[in-house]
């Protein structure tokens, strides 16, 4: 079965920073990655994607203060959040979006969600 492991959340105080991580297991290409969060009581939101081509798209409310990177090789993508804010606290889900197989039978998917890593921001 194809796995997301996502590791790096925990309790920040405010103006610190965490690094996420997430790897997908198994042997695909993945044309997009990246992060979404939910907060309690709210939807579900972008944080921040990224291509297979190092395109990026962040949210507003991070830019400047968060940035998303991959590696392909690995099938992993990151999260660097700095400067964080009380605002920030949410559940963040690591998120795969169309994956091929690469020199293996396995069925295309499109998308993945990973069981999400809790990020509190508190003093």
């Known amino acids: 079965q194809v796995q997301l492991v996502e590791s790096g959340g925990g309790l920040v105080q405010p103006g610190g920073s965490l690094r996420l991580s997430c790897a997908v297991s198994g042997s695909f290409s993945i044309y997009a990655m990246g992060w979404y969060r939910q907060a309690p009581g709210k939807q579900r939101d972008l944080v921040a994607t990224?291509?297979?081509?190092?395109?990026?798209n962040y949210a507003d409310t991070v830019k400047g203060r968060f940035t998303i990177s991959r590696d392909n090789a690995k099938n992993t993508v990151y999260l660097q959040m700095n400067s964080l804010r009380p605002e920030d606290t949410a559940v963040y889900y690591c998120?795969?979006?169309?994956?091929?197989?690469?020199?293996?039978?396995?069925?295309?998917?499109?998308?993945?969600w990973g069981q999400g890593t809790l990020v509190t921001v508190s003093s």
């Open positions: 998120y795969a979006g169309d994956l091929e197989p690469v020199d293996t039978d396995a069925d295309r998917l499109l998308e993945l």
């Open positions: 990224i291509t297979l081509r190092n395109i990026t």
